[in-house]
């Protein structure tokens, strides 16, 4: 399978545990989204990498959530100290950008958090 | 303010009838038009994507179209199947790096 990976799907944490999520893009991909999504809303936009430069987060990202994409393949995020409003499907996505044009983006399956 | 709006919210068709989903938006500068379909529980998976210079869009049953004046764009199924039933999601890209969501319709297909 040569799609957007995600892992794990589904992950159950007591409030104030520390979570990671891990996303593993299409391989010639250079940009990795982020979004949440809660239901019957659509995603909302967390932060983006250009391969292994963090380039925009968006305000709903506070300080107990962290990303990475260390070399420029796979990303974490990862959600300090937990509570029962991050409960949410998070996903990734990726796609190619040359230039000034960004092309398809692609979406992982998520991974669906549960707080409680 | 850059917003997208769809509606309706929900819909419920019987399995046969066709069905056509609306997305108003207001960002600017415009790059392009998207509509996606998330099935329960999954990631969504794109349909169409629509520059400024494209006014329909088709992909097998499913048929969307821009109007660029009047920042609107449909989605049209024909012939709807029960597998139709998801999340629509109309997607609007201001600029290269920038992506605007809708909150989705959410079509429910009946025997």
């Known amino acids: 399978d040569t799609g957007v990976s995600q892992d794990p799907r589904h992950k159950i944490t007591k409030r104030g545990q520390n979570v990671t999520f891990r996303c593993d893009p299409i391989s010639e991909h250079n940009r990795l989204y982020w979004y949440r999504q809660t239901l019957g809303q659509g995603p909302e936009f967390l932060t983006y990498f250009q391969n292994e430069a963090q380039l925009e987060k968006s305000r709903l990202l506070s300080d107990r959530f962290s990303a990475e994409r260390p070399k420029g393949s796979f990303s974490t995020l990862e959600i300090q100290r937990t509570e029962q409003g991050d409960s949410a499907m998070y996903l990734c996505a990726s796609s190619l950008s040359v230039g000034s044009s960004s092309y398809e983006q692609y979406f992982g399956p998520g991974t669906r958090l549960t707080v409680t | ?111």
């Open chain 2, 1 to 111: 303010k850059n917003q997208v709006e769809q509606s309706p919210q929900s819909l419920i068709i019987l399995e046969g009838k066709n069905c056509t989903l609306q997305c108003n938006y207001t960002v600017s500068p415009f790059s392009n038009l998207r509509w996606y379909k998330q099935d329960t529980g999954r990631g969504p998976v794109s349909l169409t994507i629509m520059t400024f210079s494209e006014n329909t869009k088709s992909n097998g049953r499913y048929t969307a179209t821009l109007d660029a004046d009047t920042k609107q764009s449909s989605l049209h199924i024909t012939a709807s199947q029960l597998s139709d039933s998801a999340s629509y999601i109309c997607v609007v890209s201001g600029n290269f790096n920038k992506f605007y969501f809708g909150s989705g319709t959410k079509l429910n297909v009946k025997p």
